[in-house]
């Protein structure tokens, strides 16, 4: 049995399946290019299953590990293959031709869009747009685990994704209702234009973000 | 010579004052009540001074430590007597009747709503809204300085704040212009629910948000 689909062959999708293993779940990556999916299964170890987004998913999770844009289409192509999923949106809308602001309207967010995209019988939750593809793989950030923030408004998938979160040895922190994806992918965004920014010289889009205590 | 006014006598008035002490400068302390900014200033050590906000603020950066509401209040009244200084908006503008969102309409952020009613010649900064007052008066979180970020339009304003903030033994993070306390204070309002929240039984007021690496 398959328990998590990733959607996506990149630097992401190699992260959070790296912390999947890590956390013993078995792991299915569906690419749109069979050769990089098959490449990227290859590198991250036995037993990973390979396809292109041709076929249905098999995980009960499937993360949208891919950019915004696609991953909207994603969802609707899928469109009933999605009921009874958890769908896990890990994007960040932002526009990289200002980079001074969202492609989403302010109110909004990318992960209720793709939410209105999903089949009804589908829950969608946000989760790792705070995390950077090379602390994913690395498993930490500044020598603690990784802070995860989540959010979604089925409990039940909330619980499935911090779950997984917590076997891969990272913290989830559930935020509240997945409207405050709007304020998670907001303050990602102005992470990001630190990352690019040249004045921030230790900051090259491999930082962590956490709750200190 | 005033390096730091600070207007309020609370918990936030203290943590910055304490970090601003620690870093050498000179503080004065102004509160709606004459006696609560002395026990406060007295509490702080000699050398600070303090009085009402009837009397105009001697610093050259002058941080707003009371809530959003005061803070627009505090603004207005002062007006001309503003001219020349850095103001810092440290406000959440959180609805704490609902919990669920902030008073300032998306699109738009507490420190813009100041900025608005400032005069001309001064130039509002945001900063330390995101580092609750007990971790300023300890001056770390998680065994860390305390990461403060900073959003303003005027590179100077900005530069003599983030100075303040070097002294006082903290990182400054200036993440861009004003507009970026949109995105500032929406993450801050998640964390604040956090800490409301029982569920996160170790979060209570008194958590940091690190950038890590």
Do not use: C
């Amino acid at each position: 049995m398959t328990n998590l689909t990733i959607i996506g062959n990149g630097n992401m999708a190699r992260g959070i399946a790296t912390r999947a293993l890590a956390g013993g779940l078995t792991v299915e990556i569906l690419g749109q290019d069979a050769t990089k999916a098959k490449e990227l299964a290859a590198e991250l170890g036995t037993g990973v299953t390979f396809g292109t987004t041709a076929e249905a998913p098999q995980g009960g999770i499937v993360v949208l590990a891919v950019p915004f844009d696609a991953a909207k289409s994603v969802v609707s192509t899928y469109g009933e293959a999605l009921t009874g999923k958890t769908i896990v949106d890990i994007t960040n809308p932002v526009n990289f031709q200002t980079f001074d602001s969202l492609v989403v309207e302010p109110g909004t967010s990318a992960a209720e869009e793709v939410a209105q995209l999903a089949p009804a019988g589908a829950h969608v939750v946000k989760a790792f747009n705070t995390t950077f593809a090379g602390t994913l793989v690395a498993g930490e950030s500044g020598g603690q685990p990784l802070d995860v923030f989540i959010a979604g408004d089925n409990a039940d998938a909330n619980a499935a994704v911090s779950s997984f979160i917590s076997a891969g040895g990272m913290r989830p922190l559930v935020v509240g209702p997945l409207k405050r994806s709007r304020e998670l992918e907001g303050f990602q965004f102005v992470l990001m234009t630190m990352q690019a920014n040249p004045e921030f010289a230790d900051f090259n889009w491999d930082t962590g973000l956490q709750v200190t205590k």
